[in-house]
């Protein structure tokens, strides 16, 4: 256990209460889904995941930064964030977050 804290602190890894402050500090941030905008709530639970936009195991360093995080909902995130299942993910997040506002805007304009 001491060598793994001397490890993380070399290595200046976030700990994992900085990563949990980090994920509700997204959460409150967004306080819904950025894909599809839904603030579910079940029996009083948010059923929102922070959602890393670099993964941890590609860039450990950023697994507690603010910007690094995206709010999603369950739904979105097993869809958007890790198409195909949890191991993979989605290289190019922003630019679906992207397309699907853009949809959704034009969708409005045309009611």
Known sequence: MRVKRYIRALQHLPTEWQVQK?????????GACVICGATHKLFGWL???AH????????PGLAAVLYNLV?????????WGHPGGWKKWCSNLEHVIGRIKA??????VEE
């Open 22 to 30: 980090a994920k509700r500090a997204c959460v409150k941030r967004d």
């Open 47 to 49: 059923l929102l995941n």
């Open 52 to 59: 890393h936009r670099v993964p941890v195991h590609v860039n």
């Open 71 to 79: 709010c999603l909902c369950r739904v979105c995130h097993l869809q």
């Open 103 to 108: 949809a959704r805007a034009e969708s409005v």
